[in-house]
């Protein structure tokens, strides 16, 4: 099966924007282990409501763009949110003690998360049956 280069095209753009963006945000904000890491946690909320914006504003919009949500979810989303870092994060906590800072910061960033994509869903959905 053949990708649109198109589309690929757009995946990497979304993704080198959004990449720089977590890049530029860590690196002026750099956390340590034994403290919230709120570089991390900051563009994984803001990529959870960029991602329940994004998807459901382009799912409901017709003609729906081919390369939209390459460009916006799968791109810039992906590129912004960092959940591996976010793991390595819990991780590090864990070997300088910090265990409940650990739980805390796991199931702040899944609720919060969850609950970010959830809201920009709803506020897509109300503006749209409003507008």
């Known amino acids: ?22 890049a530029l945000l860590g690196t002026v904000l750099a ?3 034994a403290e919230w890491p709120w570089p991390t946690f900051a563009v994984n909320i803001v990529g959870s409501f ?8 382009l799912q409901e919009r017709l ?3 081919s390369y939209r949500r390459p ?3 799968t791109g810039l989303c992906g590129g912004l ?3 591996s870092t976010m793991q390595v994060e819990i991780l590090e ?6 265990y409940g800072l650990a739980v805390a910061y796991t199931a702040a960033s899944v609720v919060g998360g969850f609950a970010a994509l959830y809201s920009a869903t ?10």
Do not use: N
């Open 1 to 22: 099966m053949a990708r649109d280069r198109r589309e690929m095209a757009a995946i990497f753009a979304g993704g080198a924007v959004g990449t720089a963006a977590r």
């Open 31 to 33: 956390a340590d282990p």
């Open 50 to 57: 960029l991602l329940g914006y994004f998807v459901t504003r």
């Open 63 to 65: 003609p729906l763009s």
């Open 71 to 73: 460009l916006l979810g």
């Open 81 to 83: 949110t960092t959940f």
């Open 93 to 98: 906590m864990i070997e300088h003690g910090s």
């Open 122 to 131: 709803v506020i897509v959905r109300r503006v749209r049956v409003r507008g």
